[in-house]
């Protein structure tokens, strides 16, 4: 024991149970108050009991109402500051329940974690719907494309059908024209064929072709002579070349040449251009009938070639020509095939020649007529594709090919083709050009690819001479990238944009209220970390554990109440409401060796009576701030403080075996720490204040 000024008081041991209340400020507040009771249990030896103090000397009641400070601060003076405090955010005589930290930071992290997961999801779901608006707008368009381009293709098709038609019913009737003129005249000179020619031929032919609407049309009339007449025909044509080449050049109106000069570049009999001889002109020797070519339209020697057609066998000079006369003349039908057409001296471009019959005679309908000449016409596949579309509406590749299958001598069925002649072109509105002799459209587009077959005389199998090529000519008709750039539009990043800036504003208005959310909860979490505060300097951590526990407990189990505060209530009288309120138990703990430690100052209430408030709080603030520190130092628990009467114990909340021994050395270290702070404050307080000594009891 300790001899000095101070009393000790050493009380028999006994059991104490230790029961914590804490009442809490609100957040703004900067002082916390606690009370603590101990209650004895089964025998006390001395009959001595410990209990609550109420109520404080006047000098301590004036000072817990008119100032603020530290550790020293009664229980009124925390009643009175939190309910004026609390007063703007809480209901009159209500304080908020308390949340505890661990709860609130779990709270926060599953508000963080539903932030990023609907981020996520707004961001997913702008790519996704940005996506599919990108898809079906692009699909649109490409729809579009794909109608487009079918009504561009059928027109193609259907022009060149009713062209090809057209002329096809222009040159039969030309045909059946010359036959009936023919006729006329052979009654009327009392001649036959193949001894005719044409009169104003030029005139006739430039009929056809503005009726057909072929731009540049080769027309040639041909005669079929038979063999004992080859002689008598050479006489008949060397005297009518004069008349008709004179007409042509009349009313053609061609002034390179003149009749004369013509006649000297024609050959005198019927001949073909050999290509073993270097297509030099030979007679033709073979027997039988010959077709001698007789007038032409346009007039002139044609381009790449140095003599004039007349007298010249079609048939014998060119193959394809031949196959195409042995199907007209065993079909007694028009027949199509491939033809080149020279356009300067040094190049040709890919064109049909047709080959129409004229018979002798009437027609009756019969198939007794004999075919006595031929109307040859030559066209560049290029004058069927003109003037189809509109300006404007560009980039439609056309394929031409021209196939010609042998047919089997055996069974009359059509063999892989031996002949195959392709050319690509392309329309730009109203015009169209070649691009290339090969089949050059962009394979990514076949599937948009039509079709069609350009003629079809009804020509069968059956009626084509073993051997001879039966040409097909067919069109392909393929968008290009041309058409579909002019085809496209910006209604893709149109609509994505505008897609995209409306989940941009939804996002917004989400941040914006996420954050006026977040805003709130910081300001709820700053309260619940300065309540955390406040409660942690007050209570242990096991006893503040506990204290969360029951809250948390409480808030999940809707038990959670209010504590009202009017101003009045004490501490025992604050539990006791809220005991009745929630209808749990108090929270207590058996602690069954503790020593509790009572020091009050000797001379307080004759010192304080002298003093203003402010000196008073001065004294007990200095004081009792070091009495914590040293409590802290040696693991005290700093129970409360009454007025000048500090109260604390060892062994509880952590019980420990040496429990009476660290009150000692705490008790003795407070009267040294009493000393010191007494001749530090003497100059400040006063003379008389050395006068105060340091009572101390231990209860073990």
Not at 48 to 68: C, W
Not at 427 to 438: H, K, N, T
Not at 650 to 667: K, M, Q, S, T
């Amino acid at each position: 024991m300790i001899k000095e000024k101070a009393q000790y008081t050493i009380i028999p041991s006994f059991r104490v149970s230790l029961g914590i209340l804490s009442q809490i400020s609100s957040p703004g507040a900067n002082m916390a108050a606690s009370s603590s009771f101990i209650v004895a249990e089964d025998s006390i030896e001395d009959g001595n009991m410990i209990r609550e103090t109420s109520k404080n000397s006047q000098a301590t009641e004036q000072l817990t109402h008119n100032s603020s400070g530290g550790g020293s601060e009664s229980r009124s003076y925390t009643e009175s500051r939190s309910g004026s405090e609390s007063g703007n955010d809480i209901a009159p005589h209500r304080q908020p329940v308390y949340v505890p930290p661990s709860v609130a930071k779990r709270e926060e992290a599953d508000v963080l974690k539903a932030r990023g997961l609907v981020s996520i999801i707004l961001l997913l779901a702008v790519a996704g719907v940005a996506t599919t608006t990108n898809l079906l707008v692009k699909q649109h368009e490409e729809s579009n494309f794909e109608n487009k381009f079918e009504g561009y293709a059928s027109e193609i098709i259907i022009h060149i059908e009713s062209s090809a038609g057209k002329f096809f019913d222009v040159l039969d009737s030309f045909a059946s024209s010359i036959g009936a003129q023919a006729a006329a005249e052979h009654a009327l000179r009392n001649t036959s064929w193949p001894f005719y020619r044409v009169p104003q031929w030029s005139v006739q032919a430039e009929k056809l072709a503005q009726l057909t609407g072929i731009e540049s049309p080769l027309v040639g009339f041909a005669p079929i002579v038979p063999e004992d007449e080859r002689d008598e025909w050479r006489s008949f044509a060397a005297e009518q070349n004069p008349l008709w080449y004179q007409e042509s050049i009349e009313s053609e109106g061609y002034t390179e040449m003149t009749a004369q000069e013509l006649v000297d570049f024609t050959i005198p009999f019927t001949y073909f251009y050999d290509k073993e001889n270097f297509y030099h002109p030979t007679p033709v020797a073979r027997p039988g009938e010959v077709v001698s070519y007789f007038q032409s339209y346009p007039i002139g020697i044609p381009l790449g070639l140095p003599l004039m057609l007349t007298n010249i066998d079609p048939i014998t000079s060119s193959p394809e020509t031949e196959d195409v006369y042995r199907i007209t003349k065993a079909a007694r039908s028009p027949a199509l095939g491939f033809s080149r057409i020279n356009i300067d001296t040094e190049r040709s471009i890919p064109g049909s020649q047709m080959i129409q019959p004229i018979f002798d005679g009437p027609d009756t309908g019969a198939d007794d007529r004999k075919m006595v000449a031929i109307v040859l016409i030559q066209i560049p596949w290029l004058d069927f594709l003109r003037n189809i579309l509109s300006e404007g509406e560009n980039g439609i590749n056309v394929v031409v090919e021209s196939a010609c299958p042998r047919i089997d001598e055996d069974d009359k069925q059509s063999l892989a083709p031996t002949e195959r002649n392709v050319a690509t072109y392309l329309i730009s509105g109203s015009d169209a050009v070649m691009l290339e002799e090969a089949d050059i459209h962009d394979p990514k587009y076949d599937a948009y690819g039509m079709s069609d077959v350009f003629a079809d005389f009804g020509i069968f199998r059956s009626q084509v001479p073993e051997g001879t090529c039966l040409p097909r000519m067919t069109l392909y008709v393929y968008p290009t990238a041309e058409l579909q750039e002019s085809l496209k539009t910006n209604n893709s990043v149109i609509y994505t944009v505008v897609v995209v800036l409306i989940f941009v504003f939804t996002t917004l208005v989400f941040l914006l209220y996420d954050y006026s959310v977040g805003k709130r909860q910081r300001t709820v979490m700053e309260r619940i970390m300065k309540q955390e505060r406040i409660v942690s300097d007050i209570f242990p951590t096991a006893i503040r554990d506990r204290i969360f526990e029951n809250q948390a407990k409480n808030m999940v189990t809707g038990d959670a109440d209010m504590l009202e505060d009017d101003g009045h209530l004490g501490l025992s009288e604050a539990f006791a409401r809220k005991t009745n309120t929630n209808g749990s138990a108090p929270m207590a703990d058996l602690f069954p060796s503790v020593t509790v430690i009572f020091a009050d100052l000797v001379g307080f209430t004759a010192w304080s009576s002298a003093r203003e408030p402010h000196h008073v709080f001065i004294l007990l603030e200095t004081i009792y701030g070091a009495f914590d520190k040293l409590a802290y130092r040696h693991g005290v628990f700093k129970v409360e403080t009454v007025g000048d009467c500090y109260v604390a114990a060892v062994g509880l909340p952590e019980a420990r075996a040496d429990h009476a021994l660290i009150a000692c050395r705490f008790a003795r270290e407070c009267q040294k720490k009493m000393k010191d702070v007494i001749l530090k404050l003497e100059l400040t307080l006063g003379p008389d204040t050395s006068d105060l000594e340091l009572r101390t009891g231990l209860h073990r």
